[in-house]
């Protein structure tokens, strides 16, 4: 069984930070390609930022130069620092996370999401 379990998400005014993290667990043996997606109140659900396991980062147009996604291999985490805000950035967050368990099969995982609201 794995896990992935996030946290940070919370109320924000306008222009405010957010640092979200996500702390995969269970039974792992390699955690590849980890990122953060959100879904937005009528919205589909789309790709934030993603980061591979060696540190190469993608980030969709409308939050480049505002977040920032890292990894801690050593804790297989990780996190979304999210400066800048806007009200449109109210989302429920998602972290994802390719995982090889420790019996060999390759999933994809999902957190359970964290609300972020961003007040205007």
């Known amino acids: 069984q794995v896990q992935l379990v996030e946290s940070g998400g919370g109320l924000v005014q306008a222009g405010g930070s957010l640092r979200l993290s996500c702390a995969a667990s269970g039974n792992i043996f390699t955690v590849y390609d980890m990122g953060w997606y959100r879904q937005g109140p009528g919205k589909q659900r789309e790709l934030v930022a993603d980061i591979t396991t060696v540190g190469s980062t993608n980030y969709a147009d409308s939050v480049k130069g505002r977040c920032t996604i890292s990894r801690d291999n050593a804790k297989n985490t990780v996190y979304l620092q999210m400066n800048e805000l806007k009200p449109e950035d109210t989302a429920v967050y998602y972290c994802?996370?390719?995982?090889?368990?420790?019996?060999?099969?390759?999933?994809?995982?999902w957190g359970q999401g964290t609300q972020v609201t961003v007040s205007s």
């Open positions: 994802h996370a390719q995982i090889m368990t420790r019996f060999l099969n390759e999933n994809d995982y």
